[in-house]
């Protein structure tokens, strides 16, 4: 259910920017569009570093511990694996 609704969003959004990225470059120009979407690729980045935990080398139960800690439930799927995030 998780993955559907997350495909939904990001078809949505896909289409949403392709939708308007064509009439906003005539309107505003392309030097504000690069801006515009420079300045999202830094929110990224800092909500990335700073706000989600590091997973590398981590098993999926202490992901999924981290989570339950910050008061974020699991999803009531199958046993997850015990291979390490990461881990070739």
């Known amino acids: 259910m998780g993955m559907g609704i997350a495909l939904l969003v990001n078809q949505g ?42 997973t590398k080398g981590k098993t999926l139960e202490e992901i999924e511990r981290h989570f339950a800690s910050a008061g974020i439930s699991p ?8 291979r390490r995030v990461g881990a070739p």
């Open 75 to 82: 999803g009531k799927g199958p046993a997850p694996a015990t």
């Open 13 to 54: 959004v896909s289409t949403a920017i392709a939708a308007v990225f064509l009439p906003a470059v005539g309107c505003y120009g392309h030097s504000t569009m690069f801006l515009f979407w420079a300045a999202c690729t830094v929110v990224y980045f800092i909500t990335a570093a700073f706000f989600l935990p590091e």
